[in-house]
């Protein structure tokens, strides 16, 4: 693996230890496939965002590049969100608010100011795809975690992102599973993503 996917996967991941984004990362990772769901998304606008922010760098003044870059988050992220709800609606429906509130996701904002109003287009596609990985991961990791712990299962619902086939998907680990509800409700994706930083943070002093 190379340094810099290492970085933006591991050593600087956005979850873990910048801590951004922490908004969707907490609310919406109550199970694998809302987690997954809202990953792919914030992939997608990562990378997408870059690589336009990149693009039109050349032609940005100082004075105007926050808000333009604003502008243009806005955008794809509008035109992701009629995606989602034409062709993925149930999903649309469950993750709410979240969707459109990616604009507000100061991981985005971040990289367009940091690194892609500064570097290639290329470079930037890069930066934004395996930065939104990284965050991406994490949030698929809490997500699975706590629907395991909360509900016995993994993919549940699977078809809402996967069709028919995310119907084999869905695997009831434990029978007659009465539930742990503090797993599916806020402070349990505090306690699991306070557990993922300990172990990082181990994983990295070694």
Same mark, same amino acid.
């Given at each position: 693996?190379?340094?810099?996917?290492?970085?933006?996967?591991? /050593?600087?991941?956005?979850?873990?230890?910048?801590?951004?984004?922490?908004?969707? !990362?907490?609310?919406?990772?109550?199970?694998?496939?809302?987690?997954?769901?809202?990953?792919?998304?914030?992939?997608?606008?990562?990378?997408?965002?870059?690589?336009?922010?990149?693009?039109?760098?050349?032609?940005?003044?100082?004075?105007?590049?926050?808000? @333009?870059?604003?502008? @243009?988050?806005?955008?794809?992220?509008?035109?992701?969100?009629?995606?989602?709800?034409?062709?993925?609606?149930? @999903?649309?429906?469950? @993750?709410?608010?979240?969707?459109?509130?990616?604009?507000?996701?100061?991981?985005?904002?971040?990289?367009?100011?940091?690194?892609?109003?500064?570097? /290639?287009?290329?470079?930037?596609?890069? /930066?934004?795809?395996?930065?939104?990985?990284?965050?991406?991961?994490?949030?698929?990791?809490?997500?699975?975690?706590?629907?395991?712990?909360?509900?016995?299962?993994?993919?549940?619902?699977?078809? !809402?992102?996967?069709?028919?086939?995310?119907?084999?998907?869905?695997?009831?680990?434990?029978? /007659?599973?009465?539930?742990?509800?503090?797993?599916? !409700?806020?402070?349990?994706?505090?306690?699991?993503?306070?557990?993922?930083?300990?172990?990082?943070?181990?994983?990295?002093?070694?």
């Amino acid at each position: 693996m190379s340094g810099f996917i290492r970085k933006r996967l591991i /050593d600087n991941n956005a979850a873990l230890v910048q801590l951004l984004g922490l908004c969707p !990362l907490l609310a919406v990772s109550n199970s694998a496939v809302n987690a997954l769901g809202l990953g792919i998304a914030t992939i997608f606008t990562l990378t997408i965002t870059n690589a336009l922010v990149s693009i039109i760098r050349p032609l940005t003044s100082k004075e105007i590049r926050i808000s @333009l870059f604003v502008l @243009l988050i806005a955008s794809v992220v509008t035109a992701l969100e009629m995606f989602m709800n034409a062709y993925f609606h149930e @999903l649309y429906l469950i @993750l709410g608010i979240f969707i459109p509130l990616i604009v507000t996701n100061c991981i985005i904002m971040a990289r367009a100011e940091s690194f892609a109003s500064k570097n /290639d287009l290329w470079l930037s596609i890069k /930066d934004g795809f395996f930065t939104g990985l990284g965050f991406a991961l994490v949030l698929f990791v809490i997500g699975v975690i706590r629907e395991i712990i909360g509900q016995g299962s993994i993919f549940a619902q699977a078809h !809402l992102l996967f069709g028919d086939f995310g119907y084999y998907l869905h695997w009831q680990i434990f029978e /007659d599973y009465q539930g742990f509800l503090i797993a599916i !409700l806020p402070p349990g994706a505090f306690f699991v993503l306070a557990v993922l930083i300990a172990i990082k943070n181990k994983v990295s002093d070694k």
